[in-house]
C-alpha cells in the first residue's frame, strides 16, 4: 500500500485525506453516545486509565462497535469495488447481483426458523453468499462469462432472494419483529464476539485483494485485451468473485443486509480518486470504514435516547451526496 501512495501526488493526497478522516471517525465514533468522551480521554482510558466508568464504556460497549462498522465499511466497500471492476459497471455491488441477499437469506432462516441455532448465523451467511455468488456465475456461464450476463443473473438472483426473504416475513409474522435491524443493517447489539467473527475474513480478504490489483485493472480492459496480455480470465474472474462473496458474506453475518456502503462507496471513491485499482482498493478501505463509523455514530445520537438503524442513515446521507458529487463531475466535464 505504501508503494502506491508513493505514487501519483494527487491520488496520494487524496488517500491521505482517506486516512485522517478514519482516524477522525474512529474518535467521532468511540467519542459519542449516551456519554461524551474526548479524543485525550479515549487514549488515556485505552493505554493506563482502566479503573474507570469511561474506560468500561469505551471498552465493552464503544470499541468493538466501532472496530466492528470499520471493518464491515472495508468488506462491503472492496466488495463493491471487486464487482464493478470485474463486471465493468458501476452499478454491480454486492447487494444488487444477489450476493449480500443470498446471505441474508440463509442468516435469516436461522434467525427465524431456527433461532436456538443463532451461533450459526455467520456460517450461513457466507454459505449464502458463496451459492449466491456460484448460482450467478453457473447462470452466466456460457461458452465464458460475460459482464453483462453477469449483472443480469445477479439481478435475477437477487429477486429470487428477496421474494424468498420476503416469502418468510409473510408466514413468521410474529418473528419479525426480531430481525427488523438485520433487514435495513443495524450495529446496535456488537459486542467483542461480533469482532471476532468478522475480522478473519476481513484481514484474509483484504491481504488477498491488495495483491491483485493490476489484474483487475487488467480486467478492466476487456477479455480479448486481457488474454493477450497473459491473464487468464476466467479463472481470475473467478478468484474475485470468491473474495468478493468472502467479504460480502462476513459483513451480512454480523450486521446485516446494510445495501448503501458496497454500491455507492466505492463510486464515490472513484469519482476522488480514478478507476486504477492500485489507489483505489487503499482509498475504499478508508473511505468506506469512515462512511460507516460516521453513519452508525449518527443513528445513536441524532435522535437520542431512541437509536435507529445505520442502514437508514447511510441511504438517507450518502445518496443524496453521491447524487450531487456525480452532477458537478459531469458538469466539468
Not at 475474513?201 to 488474454?227: H, Q, R, S, W
Request: aromatic content about 12%; charged content about 15%.
Amino acid at each position: 500500500m505504501i508503494k502506491y501512495i508513493k505514487e501519483g501526488p494527487k491520488k496520494s493526497t487524496m488517500i491521505t485525506i482517506f486516512i485522517i478522516l478514519f482516524i477522525a471517525s474512529f474518535f467521532f465514533s468511540v467519542g459519542n453516545g449516551a456519554v461524551k468522551i474526548n479524543p485525550l480521554q479515549i487514549i488515556k482510558s485505552i493505554l493506563y486509565e482502566k479503573d474507570t466508568v469511561k474506560y468500561q464504556i469505551i471498552w465493552n460497549v464503544r470499541l468493538p462497535r466501532t472496530i466492528v462498522a470499520a471493518l464491515v465499511g472495508i468488506c462491503l466497500s472492496l466488495s463493491g469495488a471487486i464487482l464493478q471492476g470485474i463486471m465493468r459497471n458501476p452499478l454491480a455491488g454486492p447487494n444488487i447481483i444477489g450476493v449480500s441477499s443470498g446471505g441474508g437469506f440463509f442468516a435469516l432462516i436461522i434467525l427465524i426458523i431456527f433461532p436456538k441455532y443463532y451461533y450459526l448465523v455467520p456460517i450461513g451467511a457466507f454459505i449464502g453468499a458463496l451459492s449466491a455468488t456460484l448460482f450467478i456465475y453457473s447462470l452466466a456461464w456460457k461458452e465464458g462469462v460475460l459482464p453483462t450476463r453477469l449483472v443480469l443473473a445477479g439481478v435475477a438472483v437477487s429477486s429470487l432472494f428477496s421474494a424468498g426473504t420476503n416469502g418468510l416475513m409473510t408466514f413468521f409474522p410474529d418473528r419479525v419483529h426480531g430481525v427488523l435491524g438485520f433487514m435495513v443493517g443495524g450495529l446496535s447489539a456488537i459486542t467483542w464476539k461480533d469482532v471476532r467473527i468478522i475480522l478473519p475474513y476481513a484481514v484474509l480478504g483484504t491481504i488477498l485483494i491488495l495483491f491483485l490489483p493490476d489484474k483487475l485493472n487488467i480486467l478492466m480492459l476487456g477479455d480479448e485485451v486481457a488474454t493477450g496480455l497473459g491473464v487468464k480470465v476466467e479463472r481470475t474472474r473467478f478468484v474475485f468473485i470468491i473474495i468478493s462473496s468472502l467479504l460480502a458474506g462476513a459483513a451480512v453475518s454480523v450486521v446485516g443486509l446494510l445495501g448503501f456502503v458496497g454500491l455507492i462507496v466505492p463510486h464515490m471513491t472513484r469519482l476522488f480518486i480514478g478507476s486504477d485499482y492500485r489507489y483505489l482498493f487503499p482509498g475504499t478501505i478508508f473511505f468506506g470504514s469512515s462512511i460507516v463509523m460516521i453513519c452508525d455514530t449518527l443513528s445513536r445520537i441524532l435522535f437520542a435516547p431512541m437509536e435507529i438503524p445505520a442502514g437508514i442513515i447511510m441511504s438517507a446521507l450518502g445518496a443524496p451526496f453521491f447524487l450531487y458529487l456525480l452532477r458537478k463531475k459531469e458538469a466539468m466535464k
